[in-house]
């Protein structure tokens, strides 16, 4: 067992804008965990799961192969959003989160998920043009996803998740752990773009990620 701990954050856009907040990120844990801490995160701004999950495979500046190959002791995660205002359908959704998980797990890296939260869809439609409104609109009454709400794809990745077969191995961080005010507070922590995290909002999330890494360490420790 290395006496340092390695830590990356892969996935959409809130991976690629945490690179400025990975000091913060490292910070933290070192302050609760008392290891020597590397934290690296890389994102792809846009990036539906599918994509993420294939990036995994991909070495070079378009791929996040490079840091899978570090063998992490956690990854954290973070796709859906892409995914749910495309409308892309909870079936497609899960099964490329599903084998990211998986992919993770076989590495011996342990994911940490982050929830996706009911970030503004409307706000998001309203900057579309309209050829990206109408495809929405198409993509939902094909997949049947609700268009002005992403419930069913947080619910159907709860689903997922249950199973023993991955639920024991992985951590799992609902966005209410962060963000307890709920949706209709959560202007505070966003951009103007209510759908990428101020500096208020990472600074949040790293604190809640750090508690989980702390929890996951010590119980683990403790039952062997």
Request: charged share 25%; with cysteine; glycine share 4%.
């Amino acid at each position: 067992e290395r006496d340092s701990l390695i830590v990356i954050f892969i996935g959409d856009s809130w991976a690629s804008y945490h690179s400025h907040y990975d000091h913060h990120l490292k910070r933290c844990i070192e302050t609760k965990v008392k290891k020597p801490t590397k934290v690296i995160s890389k994102g792809t701004v846009g990036a539906k799961t599918k994509t993420i999950y294939k990036e995994m495979h991909i070495d070079g500046s378009s791929g996040t192969q490079e840091l899978i190959e570090l063998l992490p002791d956690y990854a954290i995660v973070s796709a859906g959003i892409n995914d749910a205002v495309a409308k892309m359908g909870t079936e497609n959704y899960c099964h490329h989160y599903n084998l990211i998980i998986k992919d993770l797990l076989s590495a011996g890296i342990k994911p940490i998920i982050i929830d996706m939260p009911q970030v503004d869809y409307r706000a998001i439609y309203q900057r579309e043009s309209m050829i990206s409104k109408i495809r929405h609109h198409i993509s939902s009454w094909i997949t049947g996803a609700p268009l002005w709400t992403f419930e069913n794809n947080r619910t159907a990745l709860r689903l997922l998740l249950r199973q023993d077969v991955i639920n024991k191995h992985l951590i799992y961080i609902p966005a209410s752990e962060w963000n307890p005010e709920g949706y209709a507070d959560s202007r505070m922590l966003y951009k103007e773009d209510h759908v990428h995290l101020n500096e208020k909002g990472y600074l949040l999330l790293d604190s809640c990620i750090t508690s989980y890494i702390y929890y996951d360490m010590t119980t683990t420790h403790d039952s062997q």
